[in-house]
């Protein structure tokens, strides 16, 4: 079976810091996702990694795929109190939506 | 352009009960996926439809069921609820099956008794 595994679970961290979510699954693909999961909310998509070497950014965010080493981080550049969640990496199956979660980050930025 | 709907969106319900919860996939989306979200378990697949055919189905009992109609809108059942379904259920759409772009909807809390 696929497993998806994510260090650290929970992460305090401070304003303005960095820090680096890992994402590891157990088998091969190239598609892995990451979602943003509010208290309460449903998960808001915030990257889709398709490739090797795939880099992608937004805001404070920038995520990475190495596939061979079936690793992916989540990147966070000077934290602040907004980018607090819980959040998920996922991967798929060749052969549709079935997508393997990771157990999730939960993020608490403080001030 | 309306999201996913979800409906209803908090339920309670005694053990022994059954219940249907409903999705509604953006419009012109082909493919629903059901995920189950407890604090224990993580966020579980349970089964995907695309075309109100079945295609995958996760590793849940028989209790769990689902179905798609002509129009893409999706319904699963959970027949004898027991106290561990209490959960989040999340559904999500996306155009055809396979895609990589999946939009999830707010989620039907149910709560069992």
């Known amino acids: 079976e696929l497993k998806v595994e994510q260090n650290p679970l929970f992460l305090s961290m401070q304003e303005g810091k960095n820090y680096t979510i890992y994402c590891n699954y157990s088998t091969t693909s190239d598609r892995l996702y990451w979602y943003r999961q509010d208290p309460g909310k449903s998960l808001e998509s915030l990257f889709v990694?398709?490739?090797?070497?795939a880099v992608k950014q937004e805001g404070r965010l920038m995520a990475s795929l190495d596939t061979k080493a079936r690793l992916s981080t989540l990147h966070i550049t000077a934290a602040v109190h907004d980018l607090s969640a819980t959040y998920f990496c996922a991967v798929d199956k060749d052969t549709g939506n079935q997508f393997y979660f990771g157990t999730g980050t939960s993020l608490t930025v403080i001030p | 352009k309306a999201g996913v709907t979800q409906t209803p969106r908090y339920l309670i319900k005694t053990r022994g009960q059954q219940v249907t919860l409903s999705c509604s996939p953006i419009s012109g989306h082909r493919s629903v996926s059901w995920y189950q979200q407890t604090p224990g378990q993580g966020l579980q697949f349970l089964f995907e439809y695309f075309s109100e055919t079945q295609r995958n189905k996760g590793n849940f009992p028989g209790r769990f069921s689902g179905r798609q109609f002509s129009n893409s809108r999706s319904e699963m059942n959970v027949s004898t609820l027991e106290l561990g379904d209490s959960a989040l259920y999340l559904c999500?759409?996306?155009?055809?099956?396979?895609?990589?772009?999946?939009?999830f909807g707010p989620g039907t809390r149910l709560t069992v008794t």
């Open positions: 999500a759409s996306s155009k055809v099956a396979g895609s990589y772009e999946q939009y």
């Open positions: 990694l398709l490739s090797n070497g």
